[in-house]
């Protein structure tokens, strides 16, 4: 799964971002793009609950493109 994170922006955020991921799915694979501003997981967990924790850890997700 892709998400879009336009508020991510440095290497702080990333591990943020990171952080919010592995608080639904602990065993997630997270790659990061801080270019794009695109985060791909793999992992298990539901593409909405990856959604929603990313929006309560304030990184309001869009689907990627």
């Known amino acids: 799964m892709q998400f879009q994170i336009d508020n991510m ?12 991921i592995h608080s639904v799915d602990p065993q997630a694979r997270v790659d990061i793009d801080l270019n794009l501003k695109r985060v791909t997981v793999e992992s298990d967990a539901d ?19």
């Open 47 to 65: 593409q909405s609950d990856v959604a929603a924790g990313l929006e309560v850890a304030g990184f309001p997700p869009r689907r990627a493109t």
């Open 9 to 20: 922006g440095c290497g702080g955020c990333a591990r943020s971002v990171t952080k919010a």
